[in-house]
């Protein structure tokens, strides 16, 4: 089945200093991660503590349909990013980036899916280079298919992409997921956590762009009857006196009408 598909950028965006795992969202106040530039980034320092209580930066950002007749079937996650000079300094910490999902109807903190990658042991490698202190320059970095295998970009399947099905009553996060895109919007929340140590707090990525890629069943064309090559058989009728090139065998007698008995195309 064809599918076409689109890039989301978020339509909300939040960062803030927050509870691991966070409970509340406010306005941005760091920089923009849906502007396509390299002017602005958003920093996330790695989670510490403070007081007793346990603290990490949180980037969350809200994906909705634009088009809400169009049924999704499946998605990815994307992100272009780089390491901060603070933590490529330091390649031996340990930090784990989390990724949350949820509704935008959601209260904060509730979600319906969680995964996280860490610095020790990334498989698929794309944030293994990111979470070791290796990436200098901002560059892209596909999420992997289900923790493992990086997603097929130009193959849109159950196999290698997120699935996305309203039907599904065994399947808890693709039917979520539908009802968040379907209803209010979906929410991604991004942060990283630091190990049982707790690091300083230090700058740990510099995050320039977060898309949602989606793909979308393709309807079938609809018929269209091919349009006639040749005149047809009416302009060719035979009759009137003038025989064979007569112009009456071309138009018919006004006088006397067109024949309708036998070896007319009528």
């Keep these: ?4 598909i689109t890039e989301l950028a978020p339509v909300n965006q939040y960062a803030t200093i927050g509870y691991s795992p966070p409970t509340a969202q406010t306005p941005a106040v760091f920089g923009s991660v849906a502007d396509d530039s390299d002017a602005t980034f958003t920093t996330l320092e790695a989670e510490y503590q403070e007081s007793g209580d346990r603290y ?7 994906f909705a349909l634009p088009d809400p007749t169009m049924v999704p079937a499946f998605y990815y996650m994307k992100m272009r990013a780089r390491d901060n000079a603070d933590f490529a300094a330091h390649p031996e910490r ?7 999902y949820s509704a935008v109807a959601d209260s904060p903190g509730t979600t319906f899916d969680s ?36 997603v097929d970009t130009a193959n849109p ?9 309203n039907g599904d009553t065994t399947g808890y996060v693709a039917h979520q997921t539908y009802a968040a895109l379907a209803g209010s919007g979906l929410r991604f929340t991004f942060y990283p956590r630091a190990d049982s140590n707790l690091d300083p707090r230090t700058a740990y990525i510099d995050v320039y762009e977060v898309r949602m890629v989606v793909a979308y069943a393709q309807a079938a064309a ?22 064979m090139s007569g112009i009456p065998r071309m138009i018919g007698n006004p006088v006397r009408g067109l024949r309708q008995g036998p ?4």
């Design 115 to 150: 995964w996280s990658r860490n610095s020790s042991g990334a498989s698929s490698g794309q944030f293994g280079a990111l979470a070791n202190g290796e990436v200098i320059d901002p560059a892209w970095f596909d999420f992997a298919y289900m923790g493992d295998a990086p």
């Design 157 to 165: 399947t159950a196999d290698t992409w997120f699935q996305i099905d």
């Design 94 to 100: 340990f930090v784990e980036f989390m990724f949350d």
């Design 222 to 243: 609809p018929y269209v009857a091919p349009a006639r090559a040749t005149p047809s058989l009416r302009m060719l009728q035979r009759g009137g006196p003038g025989g």
């Design 1 to 4: 089945m064809p599918y076409s």
């Design 56 to 62: 990490s930066e949180v980037l969350t950002l809200d």
């Design 263 to 266: 070896g007319s195309v009528y």
